[in-house]
């Protein structure tokens, strides 16, 4: 059974930085790309940073150019999202999701498992 857990949401000061964990169990860790996905309350789900599985991988957006890092620990089959000088408007629910097409893509449609999400709020 495919399962996704995201982990490493919170409450930070704009500035800040947080490092998301997304743990993966139940398939084929290197046959899959891994996304992240945010959703802030009252927009679309949006595409924020992907890998696939032989750690090539695309941030989406300028916004995280240069604050955002995604990785990979393919023992443990978890990748994690690094944000750093974190803004109000990062504030959203992050979802990691994965793939077999082990290629990144922006549609969601394409990501056939998914976590449950973590908050992450970005606050004074």
């Known amino acids: 059974q495919p399962h996704l857990v995201e982990s490493g949401g919170g409450l930070v000061q704009p500035g800040g930085s947080l490092r998301l964990s997304c743990a993966t169990s139940g398939f084929t860790f290197n046959r899959y790309a891994i996304i992240w996905f945010r959703q802030a309350p009252t927009k679309e789900r949006e595409p924020v940073a992907c890998?696939?599985?032989?750690?090539?991988?695309?941030l989406y957006g300028d916004a995280g150019v240069g604050r955002l890092a995604i990785s990979q620990d393919n023992a443990e089959k978890i990748v994690f999202l690094e944000m750093n000088r974190l803004q109000l408007e990062d504030t959203a629910v992050y979802y990691c999701?994965?793939?077999?097409?082990?290629?990144?893509?922006?549609?969601?449609?394409?990501?056939?498992?998914w976590g449950q999400g973590t908050q992450v709020t970005v606050s004074k």
């Open positions: 890998i696939t599985s032989s750690g090539g991988y695309v």
């Open positions: 999701a994965a793939t077999d097409r082990n290629r990144c893509v922006p549609d969601e449609g394409s990501y056939s498992y």
